[in-house]
């Protein structure tokens, strides 16, 4: 089968890789409908991360289940089905209490790497949920949306405490960014400030529901939040990019008792101990549970209630991924779909 395997820091290349077998008998193989390339593929891309020697690529990942190993029980062949980026047994104590992105069980995805024809997803009863039936067409995007961009921003969103009567700012315009500004509507936020500076990003933050757009950053960026809020700050900020300067805004940009879900995978931030004593708000964030939203976020997307798949701004075959990669790298893109 054809998969992505990254060589070096901005050497990408689709080729033939082993097609994976069941393992365990709680694995799942599935056929690959549509996988992506994800912001946190661009930080080994840009030599951030290391790693030694070839790594396969792809943690996000919808398709078809072909084959399942013999103590699955509720996953079966034929099924469409929806995962997360971290596998998930979904029973244990951690799990049950929402926290699957942390299972005590849990296996990296990205190890395994779905931007391929074929996967194999471990502990496939805890990890997958199937849509109802086959999806239409034009709904597979969201739905792989939902696999780690729209999850991560609803958990963002969720980790902010976002309601009704309450202002939301979203620090970040990539796809997570935007989803949380999605998630924020749908969650019933009165006021949504996105932070950005990218118009076509600005104009997808406003169709996804965003009242209030911010170009400012630093310290600029947080007075217009302020401005925004009666000088108080926002409710709830949501942090989507993961470095030093947007969590400081985050931080900034909350007011006394508000709460802040940090989303963004965090790259050589350090928060002074003042700047967490003083300002009086919550921090709840890290690697998203999808898992937990998975059924819900599958259900208003089958019955169209939001439409995340906007986020994906360019289609390219599997075979492509290295100009998605780039496309990404140069912010020509905001997320990139590949098609196996
Ligand atoms: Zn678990």
Request: glycine share 12%; proline share 6%; with cysteine.
């Amino acid at each position: 089968m054809r998969g992505a395997v990254m060589h070096a820091p901005g050497d990408v290349r689709v080729q033939d890789r082993e097609a994976p077998a069941i393992v365990d008998p709680t694995d799942a193989i599935i056929r690959v409908s549509a996988t992506c390339v994800c912001g946190s593929d661009l930080w080994p891309y840009w030599g951030v991360d290391r790693f030694d020697g070839p790594m396969p690529m792809g943690h996000e990942y919808v398709g078809v289940v072909e084959e399942v190993g013999s103590e699955v029980r509720l996953i079966e062949p034929g099924q469409f089905v929806v995962g997360s980026f971290f596998a998930s047994d979904n029973t244990c104590e951690i799990c049950r209490a929402g926290y699957q992105s942390s299972c005590v069980n849990r296996v990296a995805m990205g190890a395994l790497g779905t931007q391929a024809q074929v996967a194999r997803i471990p502990l496939a009863d805890g990890t997958l949920v199937a849509t109802p039936e086959q999806p239409p067409e034009d709904l597979i995007p969201s739905l792989l949306a939902a696999s780690d961009v729209l999850g991560t921003g609803w958990f963002g969103a969720v980790a902010a405490e976002v309601g009704p009567g309450k202002t939301v700012a979203i620090v970040g315009d990539g796809a997570v960014g935007l989803c949380a500004v999605l998630s924020a509507r749908q969650l019933g936020a009165e006021r949504i400030i996105a932070m950005s500076r990218h118009e076509p990003r600005q104009q997808l933050a406003r169709e996804f529901g965003a009242t209030d757009v911010i170009e400012q950053r630093g310290d600029e960026g947080v007075a217009r939040v302020k401005e925004l809020t009666d000088g108080l700050g926002a409710h709830g900020v949501v942090e989507a990019v993961g470095t030093q300067e947007s969590m400081m805004q985050a931080i900034r940009s909350t007011r006394p008792g508000g709460h802040i879900g940090y989303v963004g995978v965090a790259h050589g931030v350090e928060v002074p101990g003042e700047e967490l004593f003083w300002p009086q708000v919550h921090l709840h964030g890290g690697p998203a549970p999808v898992r937990q939203f998975l059924p819900e976020l599958i259900d208003l997307i089958w019955t169209r209630q939001i439409d995340a798949g906007k986020v994906f701004d360019l289609v390219l075959p599997l075979d492509e991924a290295a100009e998605g990669y780039k496309a990404m790298d140069e912010r020509r893109a905001i997320k990139v779909l590949l098609t196996p």
